[in-house]
């Protein structure tokens, strides 16, 4: 099946990259060989996000409703950052819902292993969790980062010894990041930018799948990020899902929400246009 450009010719992706087939935001997935079980379809709490605020979390207690709509309705996948300042609203919505039918996902900024142990335990305070299932290193740029951040890896892999979280990874953005992720055992999920435009990835999509694949086929946990450009492929969001829904590689992908119509929209849209070819 064909790839997309940005100018809407296309261009043959990798073999086999996409298969039409039904699907939905709502399907049940197994992330790699983590074990975790969550929707196909993550909430994301960070567009535009830094300096611990995002457009989500400048919804305030909207935030949390939100999330509750959407476990609601079967999305039970929250993808969350220190960065973005969500933790406090992830926090009010696990009170409200069966905590082991949550997966949470948050990412630290720290690069050492006395940072990563202070991170985990506020973490887990702001969040009001004992277990957090998956944490990430958050916007690796390095492409020597599993050697330059070997204390941090160390300290997260003790943290899942001990039962503190599930799984850990990281998110790149950075191609050379991206394949020392792909080429690292320690790797357990991988948050990685994808769209069919290219726009703010690593890469273009011809290149970054690839990439994806030989993660996807080493049992890594695959999320996508970035399925709508930044918004930019806000006016194709049909080209975009259906992208991001039959691409083989992608365990699951996450998309920021501001208002439960959005949300409602999308989780209708992915069934309709993940078999159109």
């Known amino acids: ?55 989500q979390t400048r919804l305030g207690s909207d935030l949390t409703r939100l999330l509750r709509h959407g476990f609601d309705q079967g999305v039970t996948f929250w993808e969350a950052a220190d960065q973005y300042g969500s933790h406090e609203y992830l926090a ?8 082991s039918k949550v997966v949470v996902l948050t990412k630290t900024n720290s690069d050492t292993a006395d940072g ?67 080429a690292s055992p320690w790797v357990d999920v991988d948050l990685a930018r994808i769209n069919p435009a290219g726009l703010h990835m690593d ?21 996508g990020m970035k399925i709508l450009g930044q918004g930019e492929l806000g006016d194709q969001p049909d080209r975009a899902l259906r992208h991001a829904a039959q691409l083989e590689c992608l365990d699951a992908f996450t998309i920021g929400f501001t208002s439960k119509e959005q949300l409602n929209d999308v989780v209708k849209r992915i069934p309709v246009v993940a078999v159109q070819a």
């Open 1 to 55: 099946m064909a790839c997309f450009t940005q100018h809407g010719s296309t261009a043959q992706g990798p073999k086999d990259a996409f298969l039409p087939r039904k699907r939905s935001a709502l399907d049940r997935v197994t992330l790699g060989k983590t074990g975790i079980t969550t929707s196909r379809l993550a909430m994301g709490t960070g567009t535009s996000g830094w300096g611990h605020s995002s457009d």
């Open 92 to 99: 009010a919505g696990l009170k409200e819902v069966d905590r």
């Open 116 to 182: 990563i142990r202070s991170d985990l335990e506020r973490f887990r305070k702001e969040l009001e969790t004992d277990y957090i299932d998956i944490v990430l290193l958050h916007a690796i740029t390095d492409p020597d980062w599993t050697q330059n951040m070997k204390g941090a890896m160390d300290a997260l892999s003790e943290a899942k010894q001990k039962g503190i979280i599930r799984a850990h990874g990281c998110s790149c953005h950075d191609l050379g990041a991206l394949k020392a992720a792909a």
């Open 203 to 223: 890469d273009s999509p011809a290149v970054v799948i690839p990439i994806l694949q030989k993660m996807k086929a080493s049992g890594k946990a695959v999320l």
